[in-house]
């Protein structure tokens, strides 16, 4: 079957700096998205990885590691605002797309 | 640039009765369609998908049914509503299955 596992929950402190590991056992692979959701609200597209590596955007990174079915994203210089779900998606062999259950993030002042 | 409507917003209804959700997208043609429920604290579970109009992929068996009359709309649809239904109901949007999804704003359904 296919999986993808997320920690449910995380706390971190504004300021800082924290990792959100995302690991998925799929029928093929095609890409992976990180998708951002407050509480009540539609999820935002953050970041897309195909190949191996780090793509940077702004405080926020994303790595994959094909090889071993793992990515993660990292937040750096925490807000307030940050505080929300995170969402792991994978394009699997059919192009279909593949959700974990979400990483709910904590940000304590 | 291209819009996700969705409506309405939020919606109660009794068990039993039927249910209609409309989702219409401007500003781009052709696009795969998607139907989404989420459970309070969970993750999005996929309900259908259209990649064209008329073309409607099941992903869940249940008592809910998807259309899209036209390219750029697509209805979820039940004709008696059951109090597991309750849930957020997201649409959402793609170019393509290698792009990002845009989503609408959602419905809050709650089944009494």
């Known amino acids: ?6 920690p449910t929950e995380m706390t971190a402190t504004e300021g800082a700096i924290v990792q959100i590991n995302c690991t998925y056992q799929t029928s093929g692979f095609n890409g992976l998205f990180w998708y951002q959701q407050h509480a009540g609200e539609a999820p935002t597209f953050l970041s897309y990885n195909v190949l191996d590596g780090l793509e940077e955007k702004g405080r926020f990174s994303s790595f994959l590691s094909r090889s071993k079915g793992y990515s993660y994203l990292l937040l750096k210089e925490l807000q307030m605002k940050d505080s929300a779900s995170y969402l792991c998606a994978v394009v699997d062999s059919n192009y279909q797309l593949i959700w974990g259950a979400g990483t709910k993030l904590i940000i304590k002042p | 640039s291209q819009t996700i409507h969705q409506w309405p917003a939020t919606l109660v ?3 039993g009765s ?3 959700l409309e989702c219409t997208v401007e500003g ?6 998607y139907w989404y429920r989420q459970a309070a604290g969970r993750g999005l579970q996929l309900l259908f998908y259209s990649v064209g109009i008329g073309q409607i992929s099941s992903e869940v068996p249940q008592n809910l049914s998807a259309s899209r009359p036209q390219d750029r709309q697509f209805i979820l649809s039940s004709k008696k509503l ?3 239904d309750s849930g957020f109901y997201l649409c959402a949007w793609t170019r393509d299955a290698w792009h990002e999804q845009y989503f609408g704003p959602g419905t809050r359904l709650t089944v009494t």
């Not at chain 1, 079957?1 to 997320?6: A, E, K, R, V």
């Not at chain 2, 781009?28 to 369609?33: E, G, I, V, Y």
């Open chain 2, 28 to 33: 781009t043609s052709n696009p795969n369609l």
């Open chain 1, 1 to 6: 079957g296919q999986n993808i596992d997320q």
């Open chain 2, 18 to 20: 039927p249910l209609s």
């Open chain 2, 82 to 84: 059951l109090l597991s």
């Open chain 2, 13 to 15: 209804q009794p068990v």
